[in-house]
């Protein structure tokens, strides 16, 4: 059997779950959505002005709740911000957008609340943190840099929470819609034969960006770029990327490494693509100059999209679930997790025999054995869990929609996948397709139930 989650597509909101195969449902962790994000500000970023955060005023009202010009300018600084390096739309147009953007979350949000589901401190607090380390930051780090962006710790987390409501409204209205036949499975992998357009190239660059502000006079550019040639230099010189990316670049993403993430070609800026055009995977190319500033890249991988690997890692777990009921809130569920947990690693219990007694899973009846899994059976919030694991080792409780899980991870390998095996991740990918269509539909009949009314345009 399979999992695999809706995309809900901004920065890493990559997603959400759905059953493939008819053996009982087995549970799988949650996405983070992206439209929240996981790029902070760097630190000692300074704060919009104040002057301009008073003269405040509401630009649309949905269902009788208001957006705020200050929501819509906050937003549009964090989607800049990462964005660094790519082309944005003009003020006017992104101002539009971003509002567009509010409404539907904003419609999402009520349908989830109108629905009674609701989304405890605990499961909070546990989406904070990640935010946090995949910033490879401290939770403070993490607060403090967002004060200094304009964003309190109380806007922050109350984002955090309407994103994961809207993220459980969405998994619950529009994963029941959604098939896979073989049939479907047939086509995609014809039409994946089939092409050839470059558009369907996946790449997964690595970036250091030296910026240089609009105000700059040419001597402090030069030394900008002589900057960024240097950089160039200690790369070229066998100089870890990840770590040079932490100490110099200004791009968001730095912070984390430089990565950004396999997508498609197209949806990278068209600079990037020519640039690293005929690199090998592994190269570094750079600096190359931008509005922004000077660009260094490096080809992390790339392949086609689509295509199905023959050789992947997979993971052999098994897992503890509590569902959410009347009288079980997050928290309550996550404590007597720990409990067992701790139960566990002093030697006084058995995992397997723990998971038949309280797991509320289809795999309790084995121990809470999930079986191998081969890369993108879960989403990425419970498979980045795993992959931090090593093998024997138990996580701390870790929130999904189906309830609060504690994972184990027995035994990690590297396989050839048999065509049955193929099959099942393609059979993934189609599904993820036809989620994000049926989800885009979904959100467009919710916003068209929604009564909508424009105020002053929005500025930024």
């Known amino acids: 059997m399979k999992h695999r989650a809706l995309s809900l597509g901004l920065a890493c909101l990559s997603a959400l779950a759905a059953t493939l195969a008819s053996a009982p449902a087995q549970a799988q962790g949650l996405r983070l959505p992206p439209a929240v994000g996981t790029s902070l500000p760097a630190a000692g970023g300074s704060a919009p002005s104040a002057g301009v955060r008073a003269a405040d005023y509401i630009v649309a009202v949905v269902n009788s709740e208001p957006i705020t010009n200050n929501e819509v300018r906050q937003r549009a600084e964090r989607l800049a911000q990462q964005m660094a390096g790519q082309a944005l739309p003009p003020p006017g147009a992104l101002a539009k957008e971003v509002l567009e953007r509010l409404i539907m979350e904003k419609v999402q949000v009520q349908l989830a609340r ?137 791009a968001a993403e730095g912070r984390s490494g430089g990565e950004l993430g396999l997508r498609p070609a197209d949806r990278y800026p068209e600079l990037f693509v020519s640039a690293t055009r005929g690199a090998a995977v592994g190269a570094v190319v750079g600096p190359v100059r931008s509005a922004a500033g000077f660009h260094i890249l490096k080809v992390i991988e790339r392949s086609r999209a689509g295509a199905v690997p023959a050789m992947v890692v997979q993971n052999h777990a098994r897992h503890i679930l509590l569902r959410l009921q009347p009288g079980r809130t997050e928290r309550q569920a996550a404590e007597q997790l720990e409990e067992l947990r701790t139960r566990v690693a002093s030697g006084r219990a058995d995992f397997a025999e723990l998971a038949r007694e309280y ?102």
């Open 114 to 250: 109108d629905s009674g589901i609701k989304v405890d401190d605990w499961a909070v607090n546990q989406a904070a943190e990640n935010v946090a380390r995949q910033n490879s930051v401290s939770t403070d780090e993490m607060y403090r840099r967002l004060a200094a962006d304009g964003i309190s710790r109380e806007r922050f987390r109350e984002e955090l929470r309407s994103q994961l409501l809207a993220l459980r409204v969405r998994e619950r209205d529009v994963e029941s819609r959604v098939r896979v036949s073989e049939l479907d499975v047939d086509q995609y992998l014809r039409e994946q034969q089939q092409a050839t357009a470059p558009a369907r190239v996946e790449l997964n660059l690595g970036h250091i960006l030296i910026q240089v502000p609009e105000s700059a006079s040419p001597a402090q550019a030069s030394e900008l770029e002589k900057r960024a040639r240097q950089v160039m230099e200690q790369l070229q010189a066998g100089g870890d990327f990840g770590g040079l990316a932490r100490q110099y670049s200004d």
């Open 359 to 460: 797991s509320q899973d289809g795999s309790a009846k084995s121990g809470g054995d999930l079986g191998w899994a081969s890369p993108g059976r879960y989403v990425p919030e419970f498979e980045e869990v795993l992959e931090r694991l090593a093998p024997g080792e138990i996580s701390h409780p870790v929130v999904s929609r189906f309830g609060v899980h504690l994972i184990q991870l027995l035994e990690r390998r590297e396989a050839k996948l048999s065509q049955r095996e193929q099959r099942d991740m393609v059979r993934d990918a189609v599904r993820e397709k036809k989620l994000d269509e049926a989800f885009a539909n979904w959100l467009q009949e919710a916003r068209a139930r929604a009564y909508v009314e424009y105020r002053e345009p929005p500025a930024l």
